[in-house]
């Protein structure tokens, strides 16, 4: 089958499974092929980070069920397909949250952990990584293990951030939080340009639950960075009760052109005026803040067949300003379309050698697929590069593997961990073989890219 | 204690397991049978986390004849209220697989078929007794008529479906019903990876379209209804013509 990321840039035809029960994995780990297997979650992240082309793909969504939970602690133990949809929909009705949300509700945990999604509260809480306690996975020969910090540092920190390389997960147990209702107070300001907005959420990120910048990427010149700035807090005198909200979808690709400069300029100006000059305070369901896209379903839809590329960076504190800078430049002058771009600041490293973030500011841009746009991603790539700081790697789709080796200065321990594990090179990804994650030795002659149009 | 309760036959399926979901969340208990005892376990601790309700595991296989009273008088004693029944076990063997080692037909009949009889024929004096009741056999589309390309599958399920008729006339007349549920493409791992498939349907819309028919106590039902359509035009090709067709 043909499966591809959320963007729909990248795309792998691959030889799939989809396992209801957990002996099925085993099977499906006895034979691997010669190119190797990855698992897929829900298919949320952008690029290819969980394409396998031309080989094999373990399908997690079936692999749903929620084991074991703890009211006195929060703790809780499911499989590696349940969502953060179906956690919600669970558990805030009765006053518990996920320590951290991802920016949509239907990525998985298993996805949560390979990639230590971060969320908007990440100056207080740290990544997904920082709240898991122990996993089950079944390593790439086949054997069950349980992994913990802290009788197994050096898998842990691989399998967190890890990209899916270390072999399956299975089962993961993590903290919830208690949350007074399920109801946000969200506060929303304009922002006039990008020094204030830097001020601003430097300013909250230690006293704001959760706080998210929303910039126009195509405002430029004096008005470069600005934006809406929202924080938001959990109410203590709302109810605990949940609705799933009323979903509407986008029913087919638009075509390509909707989305050009002038549209787009358009939408962003009208969403920056929606806020009041003197800003505004109102009442939210938790999960309308937390995951706003995910009120429309197959949005990556809009963008077309092309589909979109989805570039998100970190920079250092100290270089945030400037580098930030730059890469809003960049982006409004190549006049490439970019929707609302979203800045955030972050609190620092993850537990993973791989996990993205630092302490710093994060930027994450769309693009819709156009000629032109690759070089474009290439030029945030380099300027992320020259200011100390890190992509993405759950979105990123132009990193070379030189770069990636410098963003990333824990990948040594990373690739002794693989050695230990994972000796034979089974776990693969489009991604892994991109950036040489593994090592120098794992470019396959026969490997094509698989950032390419659909097959037609 | 009031309320109903299922026996779910065959619960590591994924028609089962969305079914058991459906019951679950409207508060319904649940008995888990099946033989992959872990899987079970996992099922049972979801439901109780999700839907807050009872849930209990028990060893069931269809092709131990031999225990199927023993289980049936287990089931009894541990039902609690109104006891229904969703019995979703089956196997399919690609039928070129037994055209290779016919020994394997056996196996595919005494599952689906003979199990299924077994099993149910132990239970019905159970649901008898208790003069109320729903029973839903999932049964399957391929009984309607032998094709080529899975006819000791679907030998299985045409006598499955006799079968059932017989035994919904006989318990009508206790009160209780039976449901045979025949569904057309549904995205289980029994169709995972088949050519050709169209219009699939979710188990979760599956299971609840089986729930709500056995609500309201129906006959046989198609699911999803359109496949009514598709069948019966299929039973109505002339065999001369249908023997030279690859449908």
Request: a neutral charge; glycine letters at 10%; aromatic letters at 8%.
């Amino acid at each position: 089958m043909t499966l591809t990321g959320w963007g729909r840039t990248a795309w792998a035809g691959v030889t799939a499974a989809r396992p209801e029960r957990i002996r099925d994995v085993y099977e499906i780990l006895g034979d691997v092929g010669d190119d190797g297997l990855i698992v897929h979650g829900a298919g949320r992240s952008y690029g290819d980070v969980a394409l396998n082309r031309d080989g094999r793909v373990l399908l997690s969504e079936r692999l749903d069920r929620i084991l074991a939970f703890d009211e006195a602690t929060g703790e809780i133990v499911c499989e590696a397909g349940v969502t953060f949809a179906e956690l919600i929909e669970t558990f805030l009705p009765r006053g518990f949250l996920v320590p951290v949300a991802p920016g949509t509700s239907f990525a998985t945990v298993g996805g949560a952990v390979a990639n230590d999604v971060h969320g908007k509260n990440h100056d207080r809480v740290g990544s997904f990584g920082d709240h898991v306690r122990w996993f089950e996975m079944a390593l790439p020969d086949g054997q069950l293990i349980r992994v913990d910090p802290d009788t197994q540092p050096g898998l842990f920190a691989a399998t967190v951030g890890g990209l899916g390389l270390t072999g399956v997960l299975l089962t993961v147990c993590f903290r919830m939080v208690t949350v007074p209702s399920a109801r946000m107070e969200v506060e929303e300001s304009r922002i006039p340009d990008l020094d204030a907005f830097l001020d601003a959420l430097v300013a909250v990120r230690e006293t704001a639950d959760y706080s998210v910048g929303w910039i126009d990427a195509l405002a430029s010149g004096a008005s470069l960075g600005r934006g809406i700035l929202q924080t938001a807090f959990f109410k203590t005198d709302a109810p605990a009760t949940f609705r799933p909200r009323r979903r509407i979808s986008v029913p087919a690709d638009l075509p390509g052109w909707v989305l050009n400069p002038v549209t787009v300029s358009t939408f962003n100006r009208f969403y920056f005026r929606r806020v009041p000059e003197e800003g505004r305070t109102g009442e939210r369901a938790a999960d309308a803040f937390l995951f706003p896209l995910d009120a429309v379903g197959r949005w990556n839809r809009i963008y077309g067949r092309r589909g979109f590329y989805q570039f998100q960076c970190v920079i250092p504190d100290d270089a945030a300003g400037d580098g930030i800078r730059k890469l809003l430049e960049i982006a409004s002058s190549a006049r490439a379309g970019s929707f609302l771009a979203v800045l955030k600041t972050l609190g620092g490293e993850g537990r993973g050698f791989l996990s993205f973030p630092m302490r710093g500011v994060t930027l994450a841009l769309d693009f819709p697929a156009r000629r032109g746009v690759r070089e474009l991603l290439h030029r945030l790539t380099d300027i992320t590069m020259l200011h100390g700081g890190r992509v993405y790697l759950a979105k990123d789709a132009v990193l070379t593997p030189e770069q990636f080796s410098e963003m990333y200065p824990r990948l040594d321990d990373f690739r002794a961990v693989l050695r230990d594990v994972d000796p034979d090179g089974r776990m693969r990804s489009d991604l892994s073989r991109r950036l040489h994650i593994r090592g120098e030795g794992e470019w396959r002659a026969t490997a094509g890219s698989s950032w390419a149009h659909p097959p037609a | 204690m009031a309320g109903d309760c299922w026996l779910i036959l065959g619960a590591s399926s994924s028609i089962a397991r969305a079914f058991a979901r459906a019951v679950a969340e409207r508060g319904d208990r649940v008995l888990l049978a099946g033989r992959d005892q872990d899987d079970l376990a996992r099922t049972a601790a979801d439901l109780g986390i999700r839907y807050g309700v009872e849930c209990e595991i028990l060893e069931f296989d269809a092709l131990a004849f031999d225990r199927h009273a023993d289980f049936a008088a287990l089931v009894e004693a541990r039902a609690f209220g109104s006891l229904n029944v969703f019995l979703a076990f089956g196997t399919m063997v690609d039928q070129s697989q037994i055209d290779r080692s016919p020994s394997l037909a056996r196996l595919v009949l005494d599952t689906n078929l003979g199990g299924a009889i077994s099993i149910l024929s132990h239970l019905a004096p159970v649901m008898e007794a208790q003069g109320k009741g729903r029973i839903v056999v999932i049964g399957s589309v391929a009984g309607d008529r032998g094709r080529r390309a899975n006819h000791v599958y679907g030998a299985a399920k045409a006598g499955l479906h006799a079968y059932c008729q017989g035994l919904r006339a006989r318990l009508f007349r206790s009160g209780v019903t039976l449901t045979t549920i025949k569904p057309g493409f549904v995205d289980t791992s029994m169709t995972w990876g088949l050519p050709g498939l169209f219009l699939v349907a979710s188990p979760a819309a599956c299971a609840r379209a089986c729930l709500r028919h056995a609500d309201r106590g129906a006959g046989v039902r198609y699911v999803p209804a359109f496949w009514w359509g598709i069948m019966t035009t299929i039973r109505l090709i002339p065999e001369p013509l249908f023997k030279r067709l690859s449908i």
